[in-house]
């Protein structure tokens, strides 16, 4: 705690490189503080805390320090790497710091019995060992075998912090823990399912890990790996899983940085035939590897590790067909990464060098029609409304896709090797009793740059945070609740709100979704919305300057995020056209990398990587959450990643970042000091003043000094206490002891004046013996001069000596050179001698070439007729040899070609029995297809049957309303014949008696009591009178004739009445509708199957074009008539 701080106080303050170290206050300015370290360095600070002497001593469980704080923790890990313990308990979390050394002497091998022989007395009583990650994988195997619960180990750090090694090192141990004690044949299983789990590590390591800027073998994905165990807890089996592939490595990288370690390895150590076969070049060949200017990495041999890889791919049991078509994928990815798109016209396009790699591509390496991948590429397909439109790409959406085609070809590539891995060491589900779990996990990041990468794993790692903050203030909880502590007034520390801000319905991640799912969606827009929703979020934070970046209040700090890319990264998915066409090539591995996209019309909305990876992570931490967790924290303590070397800032931001200062927060806002009553009284025993029981006194001392209960309280064995209360009995112990120093210092200042009496005897005595000594020395030096004169008078002689000596090595080189000379001269005569008789030798050669020459063609035509004759006899010797083998040649000939002619033919009845079975296969498909097309066309038939049907019922139903319609009409007409035709004026209302005809009154009467006609009769007389005469002729005209002539009868005289029509809703009223459905009902009963599609006569099994028939063969193009009349073709292609 920062308190009163005098010159001369021992503090702890903050370094600008080296963070928190030891110091010394020199002097006070205002709020500054100058400090001067151990070192001398002086540096001013604002922060500097004095040092507690009791949190100096070491411990294996910092935790167990009478006073936690940022500092004191930071001086025990420095202390302790400096030491060679690289292993520090903080609670349940175990701090591994990466030696960059691994033969230290106290992890080596062979302590590892050390820590087995414990056994589940770990349990009860802990472990007596040095912390280790064999302790916490000891620890988690007990408790699986002794709670029969499923236990997880969750490691993570930083890029190079040792994740990988670590989950290596807890792997390997609890591989041998596991068969301490089983069988023999438990024990062999056991090891070869640990073998092949410790070569997944090469495998998992060469397609999912690169060279960054802070590690050379980073890992850039993800994976919590379940080992498996039986009832008897023996290791029988493991399944891995993997978590978020930085798939944009595949086709970029940052400056300093390279690509996945599989291409480089490709590329490095593929054979010469693999070489041609995938036509790989030189590294320098391919763009997407040189992106980040580094070649290969000091101290690694790429050819090599790519044969380390695939032995450990035939060691897990992945056949060599498998690898072979999967480094035909990333040879594929490498060239498809090579192509540029050009633009004409508004469309994209290709160079003929390109367009020929495509193909090579297309038809060598993922055997699919070649026209078809372009197409998908350099265009897109849209169905609207039935109608389907393709629209050409520009170059920029062309490259996109072909972006995305690679990501997408590496990413299932990937896992596929993990599925398969899990095939491999995988048991099953029934032989499995519990499994520890181990998640090796990437760590919080804050870059210079952070996109929507960083986003994901920072909220991994705030999920991971939440879960720890949990467990940690619920133990701390615990451990108060039962030293009888009150707890009421602690806050806990909890991170929910940013997690909310994440994840929740207006989160980032669902304003991401919603911006995907809109046609003109962009990053611009949807950070305006981000920071409309979010705004004024606690833990969200705007930047001023820039709009489309904002920041995240994490638990390690605040992150700004830029959104640059957010939402093509987020929907970065392959069309369906492309994974259509994945599935349509002949290559089964390459077939089966892309499932097959769900219809259309399944598909609400597409999913995106954030959905995914959200599902992803609740489901991750389902698992944890089901298991018993521990934890491994690894940190870099230097950038350099060399032995022995620390960097202060680096180590506090990893330790902010791993959640271990979350830890430290957490324990400061309960109570951060909590000392054993023995080492509380033994401290602060002044402070009581009376005796009795060890709690009474510690309660004493807070009674004594008014310390409040929310400020400290006394437990069962311990005290509680926050810091600032554990500061004011700090500041009361030194007033008591200064108290008590007064008496102390009396009695040294009487015993002060005797001693300076004695001490002043003591010098007289003392200047005696000094002059008896200067006697002695006086003599000594007379002795040292006289040894000096002779010394010199040595040395002059020996001068002499030596020019006497240098001067005879004078003489001695000059005769030497005059030697010299004198054999130069005499080599020069002998030299001209010898050229005199070469000369002469050389004069008389022609003469003895000649002699030479005549003897040598003598004996030249001697030997030519003796060879001659020999070469005759022989000859005649062959000729008679001859003669005798041409018969027997010639049986052997006709035997030959006998052989080859069966040979043919079997090879021909093969191939035909093959050809035949590839037919039948696609004979039996295609009547499949045409069963299930018959199936649909009677469908089909039915329901326009059933339509047909419907249509009669509604003819017949027409047909009784117009019968009945028609009778109606003609009895009205008749009727309308037998009355008089009248105006349309009312009787009461005609002026002229004269033009006018009396009505009958009764008529009269009838016509006013008439109800109105329906719409669809005939004419009546009212009608007629209220619409004038000329409608009434065109109405009358509509009427029939044939009720003309018929005599109209009285309504309600008719023997027979027409019974009321009830009018069908469904039906119609209308004599063209009527006209209609006669004419379609006739055109039905002359042909009721006119609307049936036609059916595809089956081949009958007699048909020589029928597979089965004994008769059959292909055609000579490699097709046949498959039963629909289709033709089949690819029976050469296998």
């Not at 002794?146 to 670590?166: C, D, F, P, R, Y």
């Not at 197409?375 to 920029?396: C, I």
């Not at 019968?963 to 309308?976: I, M, W």
Request: some cysteine; overall charge neutral; glycine content about 6%.
């Amino acid at each position: 705690m920062q308190g009163d701080l005098d010159v001369g106080d021992r503090v702890f303050f903050n370094h600008p490189e080296d963070s928190w170290v030891i110091g010394t206050v020199r002097g006070i300015t205002g709020g500054l503080k100058v400090c001067e370290t151990e070192d001398g360095v002086v540096c001013k600070t604002e922060e500097a805390y004095k040092v507690v002497e009791s949190s100096l001593e070491d411990h294996h469980d910092l935790r167990k320090m009478s006073y936690l704080h940022d500092s004191t923790l930071l001086y025990h890990i420095r202390k302790r790497y400096f030491n060679n313990v690289i292993y520090t308990n903080i609670g349940d979390i175990v701090l591994a710091m990466n030696p960059f050394d691994y033969n230290l002497p106290l992890y080596t091998d062979d302590k590892m019995i050390n820590y087995i022989s414990e056994g589940a007395d770990v349990l009860v009583h802990g472990s007596q060992q040095v912390p280790h990650s064999w302790s916490v994988a000891h620890r988690a195997y007990c408790m699986m075998r002794s709670k029969q619960e499923n236990q997880s180990i969750l490691v993570s750090g930083e890029s190079g912090a040792g994740k990988t090694e670590a989950v290596k090192i807890v792997m390997r141990y609890v591989g041998e823990l596991s068969t301490a004690a089983a069988t023999s044949d438990q024990r062999d299983h056991a090891r070869a399912i640990n073998t092949k789990v410790s070569n997944t590590s090469p495998i998992l390591e060469s397609f999912g890990n690169a060279k960054t800027t802070r590690n050379d073998n980073s890992s850039r994905f993800g994976k919590f790996m379940r080992m498996k165990f039986n009832c008897d807890g023996v290791l029988i089996g493991a399944y891995i899983e993997p978590y978020l592939l930085e798939r944009s490595r595949v086709i970029t990288h940052a400056q300093g940085e390279r690509g996945f370690h599989s291409f480089y390895q490709l590329v490095a150590g593929a054979s010469g035939d693999d070489k041609r076969r995938m036509r790989l070049g030189k590294l320098t060949d391919y763009a997407c590897l040189n992106a980040g200017s580094v070649g290969a990495v000091a101290g690694v041999d790429d050819a090599e590790e790519y044969h380390t890889t695939r032995d450990a791919m035939t060691i897990v049991g992945i056949s060599e067909d498998d690898q072979r078509s999967l480094f035909n994928v990333l040879a594929a990815v490498l060239h498809l990464m090579n192509i540029n798109f050009l633009e004409r016209e508004g469309r994209s396009c290709l160079n003929p060098a390109d367009t020929e790699i495509v193909t090579f591509v297309a038809e060598e390496l993922l055997c699919i029609n070649p026209d078809d991948l372009l197409t998908e590429m350099t265009s897109t397909t849209r169905t609207v409304a039935g109608d389907t439109y393709t629209t050409a790409l520009d170059k920029t959406f062309a490259t996109e896709q072909r972006d995305t085609l690679c990501k997408t070809l590496y990413e299932r590539v990937f896992l596929w090797l993990v599925a398969k891995i899990n095939e491999l060491i995988d048991c099953p589900t029934d032989d499995s009793d519990h499994w520890l779990g181990l998640l090796d996990i990437f760590g919080f990041e804050h870059f210079e740059t952070n996109s929507f990468e960083q986003l994901c794993i920072n909220l991994t790692n705030e999920q991971l945070q939440n879960h720890y903050n949990n467990y940690t203030f619920t133990k701390d909880m615990q451990e108060c609740q039962d030293e009888g502590i009150n707890t009421q007034n602690i806050i806990f520390a909890d991170n929910q709100p940013t997690l909310d801000l994440i994840t929740s319905t207006l989160g980032v991640l669902s304003l991401l979704d919603e911006e995907v799912q809109l046609r003109k969606g962009s990053d611009a827009s949807f950070a305006a919305k981000l920071n409309e929703a979010q705004g004024s979020h606690p833990s969200y934070v705007k930047h001023r300057m820039n709009r489309q970046s904002f920041g995240v209040r994490h638990y390690a700090g605040t992150v700004m995020y830029t959104v640059e890319g957010w939402r093509d990264k987020n929907m970065d998915t392959l069309k369906d056209q492309l994974k259509l066409l994945m599935r349509t090539s002949t290559n089964t591995f390459i077939s089966g990398l892309i499932e097959l996209p769900p219809p259309p019309e399944t598909v609400r909305r597409k999913p995106t990587v954030s959905r995914i990876y959200k599902g992803q992570l609740q489901e991750l931490m389902g698992i944890i959450n089901s298991s018993n967790p521990h934890w491994i924290r690894c940190i870099k303590p230097h950038h350099s990643k060399k032995p022995r070397m620390f960097h202060g800032q680096e180590v506090m931001s990893q330790l902010r970042s791993a959640g271990v200062l979350e830890t430290v927060r957490i324990r400061k806002m309960g109570y951060s000091v909590r000392l054993p009553f023995e080492h509380f009284i033994a401290r602060y025993r002044t402070l009581a003043g009376t005796g009795g029981k060890a709690r009474d006194i510690c309660q004493a001392v807070l009674d004594k000094l008014e310390i409040r209960l929310d400020m400290g309280q006394v437990g069962k064995t311990k005290v509680f206490l926050k810091t600032e209360a554990w500061m004011t009995i700090e500041d009361a112990r030194v007033c008591a002891l200064n108290s008590k120093a007064v008496t102390v210092q009396r009695f040294s200042y009487w015993r002060r004046s005797n001693e300076r009496c004695a001490v002043q005897l003591a010098k007289k005595r003392v200047k005696l013996v000094q002059a008896f000594v200067r006697s002695k020395l006086s003599m000594k030096h007379v002795k040292y001069v006289e040894y000096k004169s002779r010394e010199e008078i040595l040395v002059s002689g020996a001068a002499k000596l030596q020019a006497c000596i240098r001067e005879e090595e004078r003489n001695r080189v000059a005769l030497m050179q005059m030697e010299v000379d004198y054999l130069h001269s005499f080599g020069e005569c002998k030299r001209k001698h010898l050229e005199g008789i070469v000369e002469k030798w050389y004069k008389d050669k022609p003469m003895r070439d000649a002699l030479l020459q005549s003897d040598f063609k003598v004996q030249e035509e001697t030997e030519r007729m003796a060879m001659e004759r020999e070469e005759q006899e022989q000859l005649l010797y062959t000729l008679d040899l001859l003669k005798d083998d041409f018969s027997v040649m010639q049986q052997r000939q006709v035997q030959r070609e006998r052989l080859e002619d069966e040979q043919r033919i079997r090879l021909q009845e093969q191939m035909l029995l093959e050809q035949r079975q590839k037919a039948q296969l696609a004979w039996a498909r295609a009547m499949d297809e045409k069963r299930l097309a018959e199936e649909l066309i009677l469908q089909e038939e039915y329901r326009k049957w059933q339509q047909i049907q419907k249509v009669s019922d509604t003819i017949n139903q027409a047909k009784e309303l117009y019968h009945q319609e028609r009778s109606l009409a003609v009895k009205e007409r008749r009727r309308f014949e037998q009355e008089t035709f009248c105006s349309s004026v009312p009787p009461h209302r005609i002026e002229s008696p004269r033009r006018t005809r009396s009505r009958s009154p009764s008529f009269y009467r009838r016509q006013q009591s008439m109800e109105p006609p329906p719409s669809y009769a005939t004419p009546t007389f009212s009608r007629v009178s209220m619409t004038g005469s000329a409608t009434a002729g065109q109405m009358y005209s509509a009427v029939p004739s044939q009720s003309r002539a018929q005599p109209m009868k009285r309504p309600g005289r008719s023997p027979n009445p027409p019974k009321p029509v009830k009018a069908d809703p469904n039906g119609t009223h209308s004599l063209d509708m009527v006209k209609k459905l006669q004419k379609l009902s006739k055109a039905v009963q002359s042909n009721p199957y006119r609307l049936i599609t036609q059916r595809y006569p089956p081949l009958s099994t007699r048909s020589p074009n029928n597979p089965n028939h004994p008769d059959w063969h292909p055609a000579p193009d490699g097709s046949f008539i498959l039963p629909d009349g289709s033709k089949y073709v690819g029976l050469w292609g296998g």
